[in-house]
């Protein structure tokens, strides 16, 4: 594999059972270029290992005034010096391939497992570590798989001339041959100290990290409550505790520095006087002392090899164990069995009387295999069943539990709402889990609640796949983004007014929390995907644009289905369809104005109420409004009273009444 060849049309399949498994499975991988790489390293290291045998045959015929030995022996450290210059340019070139092929292996990797998690992956694993892994880490495992074939060289080189050395010198052979294993060995027990050091500084080093880069962007609230001196104080102390960790781990990487400069040196100075007094006796002439002593010094490099391989699996090994960890990662969880091809719940699995009829829906197109499936959206955990071309919304009173659902509804989800693997969603009787991820997505769009926007303009944020049936205007208006086009119109950098090239900067931040969501929720609008599924898309926006948001959603998505998971009394008064989810499980099913009349537990959670007032039963059987009449004054999502223009009015606040009360009278 050349670099030229990058990237992998299919990096494979690892092995992620432990991390020294998975960097024996990338080493296979590269059995080619690893053969390579020795076999250049094995060149460059037996020119550097016959060079002293030339110098010290040169220096004998001088001894022997013989002027065509001395001839010989500079042609033969000529054509050494080719050999050495050759094969150590070849070996580096190979050995630089394998670390760049490895990492870019390594890095597909990781970028299929985070696209096929999508949103999940951060409920299963921090974001920092996935951070850590595609960057330090695949440093440091393209650091090992580089030295393997560095190391195995040297190895080869090392026992040839410890061979060589005992059938030339026994004298002196014998003495190398028993010191060189004592100096490889030697700084084994400092590593794993000095790597539990490296892993220490690393970890605070990320955590100054993540503080400073929280402080930046929560810079602006900062400033409004000031609280700059405190996250300041906070990171000043973060920044000497890194400060503290890296010393000591620079005081043993010191250590292991001057071990392996003391013990060799100690090694090539008993050598070098054994090996003078056997020339002052005449049992070893002058050119085999200086053969030996250039055999030795020789000897010293390939020693910091197996030195160097040994740290770098020190380091790449909890490297190799976090990636294996990240890449173990799965959509569905281990255990969980997916049912496929079961029927959609019966109006049993629902309050009794709520559920629609089940309906399922066979995919439809001219191959069957490729075509999204269709039908009704259910969710066997907890009994939460969205009807085919209806707009449910959800009412959760946790919010990480309909976090969790709204991840469900999306086939991509590690956990059941209750915490423990579960059944998979069913879509049309299909379950999600067991689709290809590229239909399972088609089928299924989930919007978490914390959407993000990418840099670049707005015409790139909404160049996703989608059906082509919601143009980018029509979904911008239902999201009601006009404010928003005319603010990025006016920012425009070339002055040509034209907001579609007005560029955002990472992740939104330089619009406000209410301008970040209505574009998100116009990019999902634009998708027009077969289900919709959005978690508190409208908590940032005031209670006018919510109304309207909520019209506008309900237009576009007619006959679409939509799942949409919020406690506004605005969007819930407009919903086809309410579910009330009660710790984990559906308990109600009906109408808004239904739920109200006839549900405790879903009063307390619109109204936010207290239970014991909530638990009180109300009076009257008025016919339920069409939806739509619900007024802007409600409860939004957030749990703040928004008063609306009506509740400006004394009456209105000094009625004295309940939340409950006051939407109520102003949906009549």
């Keep these: 594999m050349q670099i030229r060849d990058l990237p992998y049309t299919d990096p494979g399949v690892p092995d992620v059972r432990s991390?020294?498994?998975?960097?024996?499975?990338?080493?296979?991988?590269?059995v080619g270029g690893q053969l390579k790489a020795v076999a250049w390293g094995i060149v460059h290291m037996a020119g550097v290992a016959l060079l002293p045998a030339a110098v010290g045959f040169a220096v004998q015929a001088v001894v022997d005034r013989s002027g065509g030995r001395l001839a010989l022996g500079g042609g033969l450290v000529a054509v050494l010096g080719v050999l050495i210059a050759l094969?150590?340019?070849?070996?580096?070139?190979?050995?630089?391939?394998?670390?760049?092929?490895?990492?870019?292996?390594?890095q597909q990797l990781l970028s299929r497992r985070t696209a096929e998690l999508g949103a999940t992956l951060t409920r299963q694993v921090a974001?920092?570590?996935?951070?850590?892994?595609?960057?330090?880490?695949?440093e440091k495992i393209g650091w090992f798989v580089e030295g393997v074939s560095r190391f195995a060289a040297a190895a080869v080189a090392s026992v040839g001339v410890c061979a060589g050395l005992l059938v030339y010198r026994p004298e002196l052979g014998i003495v190398v041959a028993c010191g060189l294993p004592v100096l490889a060995l030697s700084v084994l027990p400092l590593?794993?100290?000095?790597?539990?050091?490296?892993?220490?500084?690393?970890e605070k080093a990320g955590r100054a990290t993540e503080l400073a880069s929280d402080t930046v962007a929560g810079l602006r609230v900062l400033r409004g409550i000031g609280g700059e001196d405190l996250f300041l104080t906070r990171y000043r102390n973060a920044s000497q505790e890194v400060r503290r960790a890296a010393v000591r781990s620079a005081r043993m990487w010191a250590l292991i520095s001057a071990v392996q400069v003391a013990l060799p040196g100690l090694l090539l100075i008993a050598v070098v006087g054994h090996g003078a007094r056997l020339a002052l006796d005449g049992r070893i002439s002058v050119g085999e002392l200086v053969t030996v002593y250039g055999a030795v010094t020789f000897l010293l490099w390939p020693l910091r090899q197996f030195e160097e391989i040994a740290m770098a699996y020190a380091f790449s090994r909890p490297s190799a164990e976090r990636a294996a960890r990240v890449l173990a990662l799965r959509r569905t969880p281990p255990g969980a069995d997916a049912p496929s091809g079961t029927a959609e719940p019966s109006a049993t699995t629902e309050p009794a009387g709520t559920a629609e009829p089940s309906a399922t829906a066979e995919p439809t197109g001219a191959d069957g295999a490729d075509a999204v499936p269709g039908g009704d959206l259910y969710d066997p955990g907890s009994g939460l069943l969205a009807p085919a071309g209806l707009l449910t919304v959800v009412v959760c009173g946790d919010p990480d539990t309909a976090g969790r659902l709204a991840d469900r509804l999306g086939g991509h989800a590690p956990h059941a709402v209750a915490g423990g693997a579960g059944p998979s969603a069913l879509l049309g009787g299909a379950a999600l889990d067991a689709l290809p991820l590229e239909r399972a997505r088609a089928a299924v769009l989930v919007q978490d609640?914390?959407?993000v926007l990418l840099s670049g303009t707005l015409a790139e944020l909404l160049d996703v796949p989608a059906s082509g049936a919601v143009p980018a205007a029509e979904a911008l208006a239902a999201a009601q983004c006009d404010d928003v086009l005319d603010a990025l119109?006016?920012?425009?950098?070339?002055?040509?007014?034209?907001p579609m090239r007005a560029r955002i900067t990472e992740r939104g931040r330089s619009l406000s929390g209410g301008q970040r969501q209505r574009l998100a929720l116009a990019r999902s609008l634009m998708a027009d995907p077969e289900v919709l599924v959005l978690d508190e898309p409208t908590s940032a926006v005031d209670s006018h644009t919510e109304a309207r948001i909520a019209d506008g959603l309900r237009g576009l998505r007619k006959d679409r289905t939509t799942v949409v998971f919020s406690s506004s009394p605005l969007l819930l008064g407009r919903a086809e369809r309410v579910v009330l989810v009660h710790e984990g499980?559906?308990?109600?099913?009906?109408?808004?104005?239904e739920l109200l009349r006839t549900t405790p537990d879903y009063r307390a959670v619109v109204t936010r109420e207290?239970?014991?007032?909530?638990?009180?039963?109300?009076?009257?059987?008025?016919?339920?409004?069409?939806?739509g009449d619900v007024h802007d004054g409600a409860v939004p999502a957030n749990g703040l009273f928004r008063p609306g223009p009506t509740h400006s009015r004394p009456s209105a606040s000094l009625s004295g009444g309940t939340a409950r009360e006051q939407i109520e009278e102003e949906s009549a």
């Design 87 to 106: 094969g150590d340019t070849m070996l580096h070139r190979a050995a630089v391939t394998n670390w760049i092929t490895a990492a870019a292996r390594l």
């Design 191 to 202: 590593l794993p100290r000095a790597a539990r050091r490296a892993d220490e500084q690393r």
């Design 610 to 627: 207290p239970e014991e007032e909530a638990a009180v039963p109300r009076t009257g059987d008025a016919a339920d409004p069409p939806p």
């Design 127 to 138: 974001a920092g570590e996935v951070t850590a892994v595609s960057t330090g880490d695949v």
């Design 489 to 498: 119109g006016r920012a425009c950098a070339d002055g040509s007014g034209d």
């Design 19 to 30: 991390g020294a498994r998975f960097l024996l499975w990338l080493g296979r991988r590269q």
């Design 585 to 593: 499980t559906v308990t109600a099913v009906g109408t808004h104005r």
């Design 449 to 451: 609640k914390d959407p």
